[in-house]
Nanobody, 122 residues
């Protein structure tokens, strides 16, 4: 059974940092691209970041570039999102996703977590 479980969300203030974690099970983790998306009510899921299977190449959405860092630990089946200099507009539900190729849109990703809420107060 495939599972992706995000943790680490919460309520923080503008300028704070937060680290999200996602643990994967039920599939061969190091054969999948891992990504983070986020979503606010009434909007489509927005690409945040992605990381390649094994060589660590990373990709970022324009709105988070320079502030967020994605990383993975294939030995632990974990992917992380370090979020720095948080802004109120970063408030969203953050989802972990696994896919075959790096894409900046949601539909191609095969597996999804349930999401974790991040709220940034001003």
């Amino acid at each position: 059974q495939v599972q992706l479980a995000e943790t680490g969300g919460g309520l923080v203030q503008t300028g704070d940092s937060l680290r999200l974690s996602c643990v994967a099970s039920g599939f061969t983790f190091n054969t999948y691209v891992m990504a983070w998306f986020r979503q606010t009510p009434g909007k489509e899921r927005e690409f945040v970041a992605a990381i390649s299977r094994t060589d660590g190449t990373t990709y970022y959405g324009d709105s988070v570039k320079g502030r967020f860092i994605i990383s993975r630990d294939n030995a632990k089946n974990m992917v992380y999102l370090e979020m720095n200099s948080l802004k109120p507009e970063d408030t969203a539900v953050y989802y972990c996703a696994a896919g075959v190729l790096v894409r900046t849109v949601a539909p191609p990703y095969r597996y999804w977590g349930q999401g974790t809420q991040v709220t940034v107060s001003s």
